[in-house]
């Protein structure tokens, strides 16, 4: 596979560029990093599993303030830019509203099982959790309109007090979280203000994602936007990306328009395993291994189709083929999932994420969550967060940049990575200072819908930067998803990589390397690029078959947070988990009509 117009970066360059970004250029636009998913002790499951920390000290935290997390002094090392509070609507506050000055919304006896933590009354409250997220009956005392707006008001309150336009951007929001089964179904809600909805619309209201679908439609008539993002399709089931509506009926054409209008991301990387793809589903991508975190009800994993993204990218490329509209145009964001206000994605600086199951570091290395995983704890990861390119850091910018899907995800470090597709783009397009403004007005951005452009094979630019705290970069891949005789193909190019590494018989590159020394928990830079970028043709391109890419930015080899842990507390480092992994940023795609 050839190298052509290729260019890098100096290590030194390049940490400057990062460190010090400059405004961004008539026709270009900046990269934000953000929070869309973190929940505080208004969760009614992060309550009940010792989270009773207040909202505010999660914008707090993102902003890059220190505070305190069960007895220490936690801090992001980074800051990010914009933050969302996405507490689950089921109950929402009332754990911590019985015990604050609002308690008399809650019934007296109510009370006295949240606020009293007896064995008896902990017993009872799972069985109350049971019963808002699960099959069972809700308690209707805990969902009285006075309690719901209540707290929704004070949602929609901490948001504005923390809100600096042009400096930290946040944003109202919840989670709609329907667990038929332990299936994880969960949508994040996210408002784009200044107007909101009289209270939330929760899975107790309905489980059915398509009145969630219409909740949001009735709001964006009222002048209301939002935007639905689907979490842990790894943990629905096969559910989230099935080929039928929830009720088992064929999807037809309406149905498909309201979900691509209502999701316009899903939610590929968090604490609870990557949703991009599996080995099994992926066999010939060397990468497909990331943080997974597989479904167990009891002893059995869940099914793979309709559970990750790629193949999601795949069926609804097939959907579309027999319908003539597709239900899966979705882009890519990361998030955290902690239950704990802190959302310290950070492999070197993890502050944990399931409350009263972080209270010491052994336990964080060595227990097993015996709730929905039944696996060791140590399994869940230190993932992830949200990039978008926008014009500016406010509520209107970031929630369009998001809207129009020119999104990426990451696992955790501050990755920026850019994809565009164009049919005119010249060869030296990327020795212009300027290129990104050349890039948008000759072709489209992640997210974006490229029509076709008769015979000619469309032309990519991929560029990615690395974190300027953390490690370089090995290569950069794209993903190509197609439709063919009726099926799904895909096929994982390496585009653009560090070193002088030569592509093998199969087109992908060899190994970069590690430089990680496992008994110090360090690495260094002495591999790898600062920044990689590249012109790019398909080589496999038919003008005739829809086609779906995205790009992926993979880092060199660092130590995993469980290797940090251990080393730092002298413990050996636990066996069910890699010492090492490799880091990562995911675009949304750029969609490829032929029609």
Do not use: C
């Not at 052994?362 to 390119?389: H, Y």
């Not at 990104?436 to 029509?451: S, W």
């Not at 970069?473 to 096929?491: P, T």
């Not at 590494?501 to 600062?530: C, E, F, M, W």
């Amino acid at each position: 596979m050839a190298r052509a117009h290729i260019q890098m970066m100096t290590a030194a360059a390049a940490l400057l560029f990062l460190a010090v970004p400059a405004a961004a250029q008539d026709g270009d636009r900046r990269a934000y990093f953000g929070e869309l998913h973190i929940h505080s002790g208004n969760s009614f499951d992060a309550a009940n599993g010792g989270t009773l920390i207040d909202p505010r000290q999660a914008y707090r935290f993102a902003r890059g303030e220190a505070v305190e997390y069960r007895g220490r002094m936690v801090q992001r090392k980074a800051a990010l830019d914009f933050l969302a509070v996405t507490d689950h609507s089921e109950y929402m506050g009332v754990f911590r509203m019985a015990r604050g000055p609002n308690a008399g919304l809650v019934a007296e006896e109510w009370r006295e099982i949240l606020a009293n933590p007896t064995p008896e009354n902990a017993q009872r409250r799972r069985e109350i959790m049971q019963s808002g997220f699960y099959d069972n009956p809700p308690v209707e005392a805990l969902i009285s309109p006075a309690i719901k707006q209540e707290v929704w008001q004070e949602v929609i309150q901490n948001a504005d007090d923390f809100y600096e336009p042009g400096e930290f951007t946040t944003f109202a929001a919840y989670e709609w979280s329907p667990t038929p089964n332990g299936g994880h179904h969960h949508r994040n809600v996210i408002f784009r203000g200044p107007d909101y909805p009289d209270a939330p619309f929760s899975s107790i209201d309905s489980p059915d994602p398509e009145l969630l679908w219409a909740y949001a439609d009735r709001n964006r008539q009222a002048g209301i936007d939002s935007v639905l993002i689907p979490h842990n399709p790894n943990l629905s089931g096969g559910i989230t990306f099935s080929y039928t509506r929830l009720n088992g009926e064929p999807m037809d054409a309406d149905y498909a328009e309201i979900r691509a209008r209502n999701e316009r991301l899903v939610e590929v990387t968090q604490v609870k395993g990557t949703s991009e793809t599996h080995p099994e589903l992926s066999p010939g991508d060397p990468f497909a291994d990331f943080e997974l975190l597989e479904h167990y009800r009891g002893p059995v994993r869940g099914p793979l189709g309709g559970a990750y993204a790629r193949d999601a990218y795949g069926r609804g490329l097939e959907i579309a083929d027999r319908i003539g509209v597709n239900p899966f145009t979705f882009g890519l964001v990361g998030a955290s999932d902690y239950h704990t206000a802190m959302s310290g994605t950070e492999e070197d600086n993890f502050t944990g994420a399931l409350g009263q199951d972080d209270v010491t570091d052994p336990q964080r290395l060595f227990n097993t969550f015996v709730g929905l995983w039944n696996q060791p704890l140590v399994k869940i990861g230190a993932s992830g967060i949200t990039g978008v390119w926008a014009d500016e850091n406010t509520r209107e910018a970031i929630f369009d940049a998001l809207k129009r899907r020119e999104a990426f995800a990451t696992s955790g470090p501050q990755i920026q990575v850019r994809l565009f597709a164009g049919w005119d783009y010249a060869d030296d397009i990327l020795e212009h200072e300027d290129w990104p403004a050349r890039a948008y007005q000759g072709g489209v951005p992640m997210g974006g819908d490229l029509a076709a452009g008769g015979d000619a094979s469309p032309v990519f630019i991929v560029e990615a930067a690395k974190d300027p705290r953390g490690a370089n970069l090995d290569r950069i891949q794209i993903v190509k998803v197609w439709l063919q005789d009726g099926a799904h193909r895909e096929q994982v190019f390496d585009v653009v990589w560090s070193g002088e590494r030569q592509p093998a018989a199969d087109g992908l590159v060899p190994a970069v390397g590690s430089t990680v020394d496992v008994a110090a928990a360090t690495y260094t830079n002495d591999i790898g690029s600062a920044t990689l970028h590249a012109r790019w043709t398909d080589p496999g391109f038919d003008p005739a078959q829809a086609a779906v890419y995205y790009a992926r930015a993979i880092e060199i080899p660092t130590p995993r947070w469980s290797t940090y842990l251990a080393v730092e507390h002298g413990l050996e480092t636990p066996d069910v988990v890699p010492e090492t992994l490799q880091e990562r940023a995911w675009t949304s795609p750029i969609f490829y009509h032929p029609g």
